[in-house]
């Protein structure tokens, strides 16, 4: 049976995910998720797969936890799980006709995460002040949404550039330096002080203030988030070789870029997704 005129005009992605907890840590407090959700169900994604934009909404995120024993680990879980519970919700208002844009979803969506972090933290002592970035990206049939804090990355590589494009902005004060042209990338990488987050959900964080955004796209356009693990072992000019290289060999981009991070630096975990537009 030929596909109906929606199902055939609709950009359909294909995902790839991988994480490793490097050479040094003996535990991943990385975690990465695919998400796909309608007006009647979500559904947990594979690390790899492919479909249609026709009749869902398709969402991916990196965290990377931060805290003491597995505390940071049980951070970045407890991140993809209110997404999986909460983010499936705005589907609903769309349906129902209800004009919530998508930054007022985002920023309740972050608070929210935010506030149970907050409440498990003063409830457990082994879990104390645990953290968490979050990035986030949201993809619906005309728009890439996305929600970030902390200092994961989300980077977009539109087909014909030769540059990638850094669309979150790092919430630490090597970030800005970096923002503001006062460093340059391999001053960044080194800087003693790069790793000292300004913002992070749960901890002693007072205020949620996340970036939010969107992204038009097209067929062939790549799109990255990636803990800074991957960021401490290549530099933005070898995402982009990997990138390119991955998709004319038909190689998991996901794989070969952690599998190269983490042998050129290996300290932290380390945990990529590419969303590839077809």
């Given at each position: 049976?030929?596909?109906?005129?929606?199902?055939?005009?609709?950009?359909?992605?294909?995902?790839?995910?991988?994480?490793?907890?490097?050479?040094?840590?003996?535990?991943?407090?990385?975690?990465?998720?695919?998400?796909?959700?309608?007006?009647?169900?979500?559904?947990?994604?594979?690390?790899?797969?492919?479909?249609?934009?026709?009749?869902v909404d398709r969402a991916f995120a990196v965290c990377d936890g931060m805290g003491g024993a597995s505390a940071g680990e049980f951070a970045s879980r407890i991140a993809v799980e209110?997404i999986t519970k909460l983010l499936p919700r705005s589907f609903h208002h769309k349906a129902a006709g209800l004009d919530a844009g998508f930054s007022d979803v985002l920023n309740e969506?972050?608070?929210?995460?935010?506030?149970?972090?907050?409440?498990?933290?003063?409830?457990?002592?082994?879990?104390?002040?645990?953290?968490?970035?979050?990035?986030?990206?949201?993809?619906?049939?005309?728009?890439?949404?996305?929600?970030?804090?902390?200092?994961?990355?989300?980077?977009?590589?539109?087909?014909?550039?030769?540059?990638?494009?850094?669309?979150?902005?790092?919430?630490?004060?090597?970030?800005?330096?970096?923002?503001?042209?006062?460093?340059?990338?391999?001053?960044?990488?080194?800087?003693?002080?790069?790793?000292?987050?300004?913002?992070?959900?749960?901890?002693?964080?007072?205020?949620?203030?996340?970036?939010?955004?969107?992204?038009?796209?097209?067929?062939?356009?790549?799109?990255?988030?990636?803990?800074?693990?991957?960021?401490?072992?290549?530099?933005?000019?070898?995402?982009?070789?990997?990138?390119?290289?991955?998709?004319?060999?038909?190689?998991?981009?996901?794989?070969?870029?952690?599998?190269?991070?983490?042998?050129?630096?290996?300290?932290?975990?380390?945990?990529?997704?590419?969303?590839?537009?077809?």
């Open positions: 049976m030929a596909p109906s005129p929606i199902e055939s005009n609709a950009p359909r992605l294909k995902w790839h995910g991988w994480t490793d907890r490097g050479r040094v840590r003996k535990n991943n407090e990385d975690s990465f998720l695919g998400l796909q959700f309608d007006a009647r169900e979500v559904q947990l994604l594979g690390r790899l797969g492919e479909g249609s934009l026709d009749i209110q969506l972050f608070t929210k995460i935010h506030r149970a972090l907050v409440y498990v933290g003063s409830s457990y002592d082994e879990c104390s002040g645990m953290e968490t970035t979050l990035s986030l990206c949201w993809f619906t049939p005309q728009w890439m949404y996305f929600g970030h804090i902390g200092d994961s990355r989300i980077y977009y590589l539109p087909k014909q550039a030769t540059e990638i494009r850094q669309l979150s902005h790092d919430d630490t004060y090597v970030g800005w330096l970096f923002r503001q042209g006062k460093i340059n990338e391999r001053e960044a990488r080194s800087h003693p002080r790069r790793n000292v987050l300004q913002k992070a959900l749960g901890g002693g964080n007072q205020f949620v203030d996340p970036q939010v955004g969107s992204v038009g796209f097209e067929s062939g356009d790549q799109f990255l988030i990636c803990s800074d693990g991957l960021t401490e072992g290549l530099y933005g000019h070898q995402l982009v070789d990997l990138l390119r290289s991955a998709r004319a060999q038909s190689q998991n981009p996901a794989k070969l870029l952690v599998e190269a991070s983490v042998e050129q630096d290996g300290r932290d975990n380390t945990t990529a997704l590419v969303i590839e537009v077809q």
